[in-house]
């Protein structure tokens, strides 16, 4: 039996203990262990520096300095996003966001290879799976934790109308009988894609529509075509061209009525023979049929063709505002969007093996500016699967940007490129090519 005595007898109650054998072996273990780490620390630091503390090597975007661990550590914090932003433009995702989430959340370091882009859909479902925003009321789907709840594009929503101001049908100019057999229009005829394959290209009027559309007029002495230009430059072209022809053709132009004196006319050119009052007379006349108003049949008269009603200007344009005092006609601003579904990012040449009817189907037929042809989700969830292997995929970033939410088109054509180390020095904008 241990009495407490015994005990106490193993307590050692002496202020300044002596250094027992055991103790100072102890004592020696630990300085040999500490030389041998120190040894170990500096052996390791004189060859790798830094990245002997390396948990795997930073990403391939950042191989370059990698080894200067305080550009991203300093030594009491986990990584923050101010080291990021030393270099890095911020732009936030959304200014209605209630928090803003750390860049290392997403973007995950030290994994080498291509893990720094590497996001999975849980990183955009976190917050959009129940949206919190500071807008209220929210102005978009709350609930979008897959694609397939995934909310119907903005642009096909009901209500929603194209609004271009130019008048266009797309079923007469694929059908037409006035158009011969040799010029027949397909879609490529019109809509050619960007250079990056992404959208296509504006519809302008020199390449698509000119050739069957041209702006001719009858002039003194022939025809003359009116420039596509705005009004005040198409007057001063028209003025340029008439005195052309009127000093080239000034005979025929500025004769008298009955030629019967042979040779040179030789009498003074008065008012009603001058240069301005011919110029003043044509330019009216010119500008009488250019701004013709196009007048179209009454709602119940069977609808004409409206190229035999007017064949200028407002065949195809909107009177603009009335314009200052010299009464110039003006054109209504077009407004074609260049981009619809200005929240996600498509691309016509990853589908270019897809017949352009296969996701407008209804653009052959529309008759009229206002329809809207563009595919709806449930087109895009054919192919684009959730959880299918075979899909097309439904991972948010490939159809979304996460930073570039502002619209800057320079931004989102360097989407997935690779950016130049200038770009994040700033000595370039994001999305340049160095040639
Ligand atoms: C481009 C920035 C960057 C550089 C450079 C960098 N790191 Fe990191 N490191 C990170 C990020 C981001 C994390 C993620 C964890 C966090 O939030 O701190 C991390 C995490 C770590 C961790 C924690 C281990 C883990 O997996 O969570 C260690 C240890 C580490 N880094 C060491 C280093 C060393 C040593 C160097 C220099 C050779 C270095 N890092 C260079 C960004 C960087
Ligand atoms: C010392 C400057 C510097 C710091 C600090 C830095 N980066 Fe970078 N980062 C770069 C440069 C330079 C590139 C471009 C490399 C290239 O052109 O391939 C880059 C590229 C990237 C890319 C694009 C990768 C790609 O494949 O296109 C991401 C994402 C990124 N950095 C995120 C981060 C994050 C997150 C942090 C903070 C943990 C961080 N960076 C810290 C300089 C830095
Ligand atoms: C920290 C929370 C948060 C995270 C993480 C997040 N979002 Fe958002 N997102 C928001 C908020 C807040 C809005 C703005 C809501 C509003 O406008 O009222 C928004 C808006 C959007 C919009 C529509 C509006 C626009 O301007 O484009 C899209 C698309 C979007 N997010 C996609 C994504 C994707 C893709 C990811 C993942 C890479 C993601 N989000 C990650 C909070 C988040
Ligand atoms: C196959 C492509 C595709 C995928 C995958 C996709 N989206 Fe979208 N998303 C779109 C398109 C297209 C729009 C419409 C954009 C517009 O109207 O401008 C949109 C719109 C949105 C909007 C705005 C909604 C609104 O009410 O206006 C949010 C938020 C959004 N997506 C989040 C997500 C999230 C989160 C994921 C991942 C779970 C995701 N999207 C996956 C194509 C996609
Ligand atoms: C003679 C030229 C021409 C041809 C041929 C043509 N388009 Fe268009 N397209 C236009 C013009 C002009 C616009 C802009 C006016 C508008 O917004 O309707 C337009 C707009 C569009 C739009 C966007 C606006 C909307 O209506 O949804 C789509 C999509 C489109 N066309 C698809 C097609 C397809 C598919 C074909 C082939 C079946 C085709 N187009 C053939 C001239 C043409
Ligand atoms: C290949 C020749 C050709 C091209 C190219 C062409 N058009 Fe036409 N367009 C015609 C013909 C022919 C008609 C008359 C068709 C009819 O009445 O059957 C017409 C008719 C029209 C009409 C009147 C439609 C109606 O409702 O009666 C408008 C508006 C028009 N075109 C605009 C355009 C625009 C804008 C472009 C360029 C984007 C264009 N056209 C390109 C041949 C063409
Ligand atoms: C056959 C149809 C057609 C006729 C006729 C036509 N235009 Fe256009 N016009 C277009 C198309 C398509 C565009 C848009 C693409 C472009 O800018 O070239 C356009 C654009 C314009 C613009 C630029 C508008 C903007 O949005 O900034 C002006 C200005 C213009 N036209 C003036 C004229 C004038 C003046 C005439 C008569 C002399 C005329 N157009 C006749 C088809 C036509
Ligand atoms: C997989 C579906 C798909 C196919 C196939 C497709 N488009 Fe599109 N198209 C779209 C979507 C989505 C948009 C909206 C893109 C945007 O503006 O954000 C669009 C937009 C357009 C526009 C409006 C201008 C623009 O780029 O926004 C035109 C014109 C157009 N498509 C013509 C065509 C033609 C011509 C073909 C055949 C060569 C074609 N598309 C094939 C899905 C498709
Ligand atoms: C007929 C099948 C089909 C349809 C319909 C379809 N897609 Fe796709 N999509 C594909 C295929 C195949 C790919 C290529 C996948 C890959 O490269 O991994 C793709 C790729 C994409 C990409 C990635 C492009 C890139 O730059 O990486 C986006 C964004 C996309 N589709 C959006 C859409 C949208 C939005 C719709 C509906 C308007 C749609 N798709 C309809 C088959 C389709
Ligand atoms: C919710 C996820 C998420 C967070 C958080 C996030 N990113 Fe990104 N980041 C992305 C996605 C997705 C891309 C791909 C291109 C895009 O969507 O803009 C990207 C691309 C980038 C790129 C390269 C391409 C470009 O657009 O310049 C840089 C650099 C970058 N991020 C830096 C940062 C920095 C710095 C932070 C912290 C302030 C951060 N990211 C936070 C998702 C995220």
Avoid at 184 to 201: E, F, I, K
Avoid at 269 to 290: C, G, M, N, P, V
Avoid at 402 to 423: F, I, K, M, N, W
């Amino acid at each position: 039996m241990r009495s407490s005595k015994d005990l106490a007898k193993r307590l050692r109650f002496d202020r300044f203990p002596r250094p027992d054998r055991f103790r100072r072996s102890y004592a020696l273990l630990g300085i040999v262990a500490m030389l041998a780490g120190v040894g170990g620390w500096f052996l390791l630091n004189r060859t790798m520096h830094d990245r002997q503390y390396l948990p795997g090597p930073v990403s391939q975007a950042h191989a370059t300095f990698g080894d200067r661990c305080d550009n991203c550590h300093d030594q009491f914090h986990s990584v923050r996003n101010e080291a990021c932003l030393k270099c890095h433009e911020v732009r936030v995702h959304s200014e209605f966001e209630p928090r803003t989430p750390h860049c290392a959340e997403c973007h995950v370091e030290h994994r080498g290879g291509q893990t720094l882009l590497a996001l999975s859909n849980a990183n955009c479902v976190d917050c959009h799976r129940q949206l919190v925003t500071k807008r209220s009321p929210a102005i978009i789907q709350a609930e979008i934790p897959t694609f397939a709840a995934h909310p119907t594009f903005a642009p096909l929503r009901a209500g929603q109308t194209d609004r271009a101001a130019l008048r266009f049908n797309h079923r007469i100019h694929l059908t037409s009988d006035k158009i011969a057999k040799a010029d027949t229009l397909t879609c490529a005829s019109c809509h050619q894609p960007n250079r990056a394959g992404t959208l296509m290209l504006p519809i302008r009027f020199e390449p698509h529509c000119k050739r069957c559309h041209k702006q001719e007029l009858q002039g003194p002495t022939g025809s003359i075509e009116a420039l596509h230009k705005s009004p005040e430059v198409v007057r001063a072209d028209l003025i340029a061209q008439l005195s052309v022809v009127g000093i080239r053709d000034a005979d025929a132009i500025f004769a008298p009525a009955a030629p019967h004196l042979p040779g040179r006319r030789a009498d003074v050119i008065d008012d009603s023979h001058s240069l301005r009052e011919y110029q003043e007379r044509w330019l009216t006349k010119f500008e009488d049929a250019l701004y013709k108003p196009l007048q179209e049949a009454p709602p119940g008269v069977p609808r004409q063709g409206l190229l035999e009603l007017n064949k200028y200007c407002y065949l195809c344009h909107f009177p603009g505002a009335a314009t200052a005092a010299d009464q110039r006609p003006s054109i209504e601003a077009t407004h074609i969007p260049r981009k619809w579904l200005l929240h996600a990012e498509f691309s016509h040449r990853r589908h270019e093996l897809i017949a352009c009817k296969e996701c407008h189907a209804s653009a052959a037929t529309g008759e009229l500016t206002t329809d809207i042809n563009l595919p709806n989700k449930e087109r895009c969830a054919r192919c684009h699967v959730d959880g299918v292997l075979q899909s097309a995929g439904t991972a948010c970033v490939s159809c979304h940007l996460y930073h570039d939410t502002s619209r800057r088109a320079a931004l989102r054509a360097g989407r997935r490129r690779e950016q130049t180390t200038e770009v994040f020095t700033g000595k370039e904008p994001p999305g340049g090519v160095k040639p």
